[in-house]
C-alpha cells in the first residue's frame, strides 16, 4: 500500500508566516471570501505541527509606505495617521520586525495565531 504521508514527513521544515490584512479577523460588507479563506490558517496550523512547521499570520494595520504616500494627497495621508490611536501610521519595520520573530528561533511553540499589528485601530 502506498504511503499517505507528505513528501516532508519527518523533516523540520520550519516556520509559515503569511500576511493577511485586518479584514481576516475584523470583516467588512462586501469581503467574506476573503475572511473566510483566512480562518484556514487554523486547520492549517493543526495539520503541519507535526511536521515542525509554526503557521502565523500577520495582519498589519495601516503602514507608512510609499504606495499609500502616492494614493493620498499629504493632507489626506496626514489625517490618516492622526485617526489612529497612537497618532500614526505603522513603519514597515515594526511590522518587519514582528514578522522576522515569528520566524525566528526565539518562537518556537506560537502557531495557528493571526495576529492584528495596529495599536487598536480595529477597535475603533
Not at 500577520?58 to 490611536?85: H, I, M, N
Request: proline letters at 6%; glycine letters at 12%.
Amino acid at each position: 500500500m502506498p504511503s499517505r504521508a507528505p513528501p516532508h514527513a519527518g523533516r523540520r521544515l520550519g516556520p509559515d508566516i503569511q500576511y493577511h490584512l485586518r479584514l481576516g479577523a475584523i470583516s467588512k460588507i462586501g469581503r467574506a471570501t476573503y475572511s473566510a479563506t483566512r480562518s484556514g490558517l487554523d486547520g492549517l496550523a493543526a495539520e503541519v505541527a507535526a511536521d515542525g512547521v509554526l503557521a502565523n499570520c500577520v495582519s498589519p494595520g495601516v503602514v507608512d509606505t510609499e504606495l499609500l504616500r502616492g494614493v493620498y494627497a499629504e493632507e489626506q495621508f496626514a489625517k490618516l495617521g492622526r485617526s489612529v490611536p497612537i497618532g500614526r501610521l505603522a513603519q514597515p519595520e515594526e511590522i518587519a520586525a514582528l514578522v522576522a520573530w515569528m520566524a525566528g528561533p526565539e518562537n518556537t511553540y506560537i502557531s495557528g495565531r493571526a495576529t492584528l499589528i495596529d495599536v487598536g485601530f480595529s477597535m475603533v
